[in-house]
Structure formats: C-alpha cells, structure tokens
C-alpha cells in the first residue's frame, strides 16, 4: 500500500493511505474514510471522488491512525488527486 491508495479493511469500508511513504515501518497508517455520499457540503473539507463506481465523500474530519494489519487489500490509487487530498488534511489541521 502507498500513500494516497484507497484500501479496503476489515469490516468492509473503504479508507484513503493519507502516511507518507517514508514512515512505511510504522504498524500504523493515517488513513481517512470514504462514504458514499451525492454531494459534499463542505468540498474543501470533504472532497468528492469516484471509486469503483462509487461517489465517494473524504471524511476528512474521522481521520485517524489504524492498525496496518486491518487493511487489506488496494483498490485504487487517487494520486493524481495528491494535491485536493492536502488541502482537505490542511484544512482540518490549520483551518483554511
């Protein structure tokens, strides 16, 4: 798994692989959830992506560290999406 790759764990949900790839040796990754949504309120916040067929909300705001032994498997890399990924973390840290 990489930073930025959208991974299934276990329970069945969906997260986004938010760690940089350098603190690959950590048994943790910083991941934020995806929920299935129609539209977001908060776009900054809560950016919108299509994953598997799916509209998708960033739930930037249930970001947390999870066990890298409970994701599974990759589904998709959003990496061309590197810099909106940011600006929803930069906007939960710093406010804008």
Do not use: N, W
Not at 17 to 42: E, H, I, K, N, Y
Not at 61 to 67: I, K, V, W
């Amino acid at each position: 798994m990489a930073q930025f790759d959208v991974c299934r764990v276990r329970g069945g949900g969906l997260v986004i692989d938010c760690q940089s790839d350098l603190l690959d040796g950590l048994p943790t990754r910083f991941v934020v959830p995806l929920r299935p949504t129609d539209a977001s309120v908060m776009q900054r916040l809560t950016p919108v992506f299509e994953v598997d067929g799916q509209t998708l909300a960033m739930v930037t705001p249930l970001a947390g560290a999870m066990d890298r032994r409970d994701i599974h498997e990759v589904i998709v890399s959003l990496v061309e999406h590197e810099f909106v990924i940011k600006a929803a973390l930069d906007m939960l840290v710093s406010g804008y």
